[in-house]
């Protein structure tokens, strides 16, 4: 614990995302594991709208919100406003925002000690909320601001992953200017080297969110269109047939990597329905490997991680190609899934971490990170 007290835990969920819903299932989750005996928790949810809120049940409310028919706007009965202080003096103090005052039950006399951000996609997961909570000095689990802009872009990640070395399968990126400016060309790229199948996806998205499968040059301007739909940058990468496999990484300047799961969807492809809602996808934990395969997967897994400098988490997606062999990198998540049923728990429960243990891990590693920050010196 931190002093005597218990560690001041706000869990951050929600989001102007396209992951909203999903966040809110990771909330839950991890709201459920955290131990009241440890953590005085504070619920703090941010609307569609981008407006933070807290209750006690937050998380409670915001879904009651996600699922009610119609765009709902405004705050929400039994929730007060608020705003986090980016002053490093009042580091991890909420104060009411909108001349409004904070209920009595709120119990906010003292600020919080570290932030777990459940926010997945576009300003939770690209670096954006990371860096208001560094102008705070606020302790954060997960990735920094560099590590969590470039594992968002899976184009930058790519690019960098192909300059450390690491195997990556073929892709072209576009953006939408190019596309408009001349889509004919681009359309003869993507035939000629990248062929099909091929999937067209959003640069920064996910949960699958934008990705459609592509089998024939006929079908290439709706996907791409799509993609389009919610990033203004695209990859169009090769299908690889094969195994889709997963692994999750754990830890700041010493990452560890957890056993190896693999994903058998339900679907044509491992998409958002298949994830979240229709229970026909298969996760095998552990994959049914050769172990020098396994070790390969956790080796590349640590491998992908620094090379983007993460910390706190991840979870790396690989192919493993049916015909050759050969291992390809195909993305890193800086805030999985955390749902009970999500690949990332799952991983390290099986590799002897319980979901408890997992996220008091992941908090000591956010203050632990913080100290050595607030150890540097800011002047000469």
Known sequence: MIGEKRIRVGVLFGGRSSEHEV???????????????????????????????????????????????????????????????????RSGALIPVGGGVLPAESGLDRPLDVVFPLIHGRLGEDGALQGM?????????????????LGMDKAVAKSLWTAAGLPVGPYLVFKLSEWRGDAARLK????????????????NSGSSIGISKVCT???LEPAIEEAF?????????????????????LGNDAPEASVVGEIIPGHEFYDYEDKYFDDKVELVVPA??????????????????????????????????????????????????????SMYPRL???????FSELCDRLITLAVERNQQQRALRQTR
Request: include cysteine.
């Open 133 to 149: 909570l560094e102008l705070g000095g606020v302790a954060y689990v997960g990735a920094g601001v560099l590590g969590s802009a």
């Open 229 to 249: 739909q919610y990033d203004g940058k695209l990859l169009v990468e090769a299908a690889i047939v094969g195994r889709e496999l997963e692994c999750a990484v």
């Open 288 to 341: 049914d490997l050769p172990e020098k395969t396994a070790i390969e997967v956790r080796e590349l897994a640590i491998d992908a991680f620094v090379a983007i400098d993460a910390s706190g988490m991840g979870r790396v997606d690989f192919f493993l190609d049916g015909e050759t062999g050969q291992i390809y990198l195909n993305e890193i998540n800086t805030i999985p899934g955390f749902t009970r049923m």
């Open 188 to 203: 003869g790229e993507v035939a000629s080297k990248i062929g099909f199948p091929c999937f067209a996806k959003p640069a």
């Open 23 to 89: 966040s809110l299932m990771s909330a839950q989750s991890v709201l459920d594991a955290l131990d009241p005996d440890k953590y005085e928790i504070v619920q703090i949810g941010i609307t569609k709208e981008g407006r933070w809120l807290i209750a006690r049940d937050a998380v409670d409310r915001l879904i009651e919100r996600a699922g009610a028919s119609g765009a709902l706007e405004g705050d929400i009965e039994g929730t007060a406003p608020v705003t986090l202080l980016a002053d490093p003096e």
């Open 217 to 219: 040059l006929g079908g």
């Open 348 to 354: 390290w429960e099986a590799t002897g971490v319980s």
